[in-house]
């Protein structure tokens, strides 16, 4: 037993190579590998499956009935502090989504409903994941300086991390139109252009 157990960690140290630069990363690796392959038999009684069955069936059926038991409460007002779980009707009645959370941009307007973005760039300057694109043109009005010809927002490649937001010294970019079912039948359709972002 001994002898295998060397020759596996043999055999691992030679496919995760733990040398040179990504040394600690690889015998992280190695690590869990090890501990993967090394998991004891089961015996007869876990090899039935039984055990686990039984495990999984206590797990539904108590919070089946933990459930069922405060909701009949509720119906007759007792308890109403406790909460009990719900199913969304998904999509026909979306969950409600925490306030801070961050959804689909949209580009803000001024009052006269023009686009409230200056071009500065500060937003595609700090994207990490180089997903803003904007074409800056002068501005008719002499006291705007530019304002974005073309303002697009490659979602397929979004990460939402909201520094877009956060670098907007104008307000003008916002994460917060509670939309997230954004899915495309193609790439070209995830790239949202200034008049899709300007419509919320
Ligand atoms: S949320 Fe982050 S990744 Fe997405 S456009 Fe803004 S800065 Fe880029
Ligand atoms: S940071 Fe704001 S004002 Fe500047 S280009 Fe981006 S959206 Fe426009």
Redesign the pocket.
């Known amino acids: 037993m001994g002898n295998m157990t060397e020759k596996r960690r043999l055999e691992l140290e030679k496919y995760f190579d733990p040398k040179g630069s990504f040394a600690s990363l690889r015998m992280a690796q190695m690590k869990r590998a090890w501990k993967q392959s090394n998991r004891r038999e089961l015996n007869w009684l876990e090899n039935t499956y039984i055990p686990t069955l039984m495990e999984g069936l206590w797990l539904t059926s108590k919070h089946f009935f933990y459930n069922l038991t405060f909701h009949v409460f509720h119906l007759f007002g007792l308890y109403k502090e406790i909460p009990a779980a719900v199913t969304y009707q998904y999509p026909e009645k979306p969950r409600p989504l925490a306030l801070r959370l961050r959804t689909r941009h949209r580009?803000t307007k001024r009052e006269d409903g023009s686009v409230?973005?200056?071009?500065?760039?500060?937003?595609?300057t700090i994207c990490p994941a180089r997903c803003?694109e904007?074409t800056a043109a002068e501005h008719p009005d002499p006291n705007i300086e530019k304002y974005?010809f073309e303002?697009n927002i490659d979602l397929g490649k979004c990460v939402y991390c909201g520094f877009?937001v956060e670098?907007?010294?104008?307000d003008?970019?916002r994460m917060d139109t509670n939309k997230l079912d954004i899915a495309e039948y193609t790439r070209q359709n995830m790239i949202y252009n200034k008049k899709r972002l300007m419509e919320g």
Do not use: Q, Y
């Open positions: 580009l409230r973005c200056v071009a500065c760039m500060m937003c595609e803003i904007i974005p303002f877009c670098a907007c010294p104008e003008a970019i």
